[in-house]
């Protein structure tokens, strides 16, 4: 990815999409740790999705409730794909990003 676009991609995940890490209920001990956008506008997700190589699309069958349109999902979720990238945008991240990604970090564990 080059600067210019890796700054797109971090701009837009500042702004718009949701570093969630939290965990199950019991029995299960295990986290769900994931990040998401979600827009009206497939497109711009589809050139989220290109410049990262990252997560996928889908539709969500819940529209948005003021316009009526159609909404789409960009989740990334699986455990090395999102540690690899939360790698790469860290540093470029602001400071409220940096401390929500080093605790999604911090449970993802060690690169294998």
């Known amino acids: 990815m080059k600067n210019f676009e890796l700054g797109w991609v971090c701009g837009f995940l500042e702004g718009e999409?949701?570093?969630?890490?939290?965990?199950?209920?019991?029995?299960?001990?295990?986290?769900?740790?994931?990040?998401?956008?979600?827009?009206?506008?497939?497109?711009?997700?589809?050139?989220?999705?290109?410049?990262?190589?990252?997560?996928?699309?889908?539709?969500n069958k819940i529209a948005n409730f003021v316009s009526k349109q159609p909404q789409f999902e960009w989740r990334v979720s699986r455990r090395q794909e999102l540690r690899n990238f939360l790698h790469k945008i860290r540093p470029h991240m602001s400071v409220r990003r940096r401390v929500k990604i080093d605790g999604m970090l911090k449970v993802l564990g060690p690169v294998a």
């Open 17 to 59: 999409a949701c570093f969630s890490c939290y965990k199950y209920k019991l029995p299960r001990k295990d986290y769900t740790i994931l990040i998401r956008a979600v827009q009206v506008d497939r497109k711009v997700l589809e050139r989220l999705l290109r410049l990262t190589g990252v997560g996928k699309i889908r539709n």
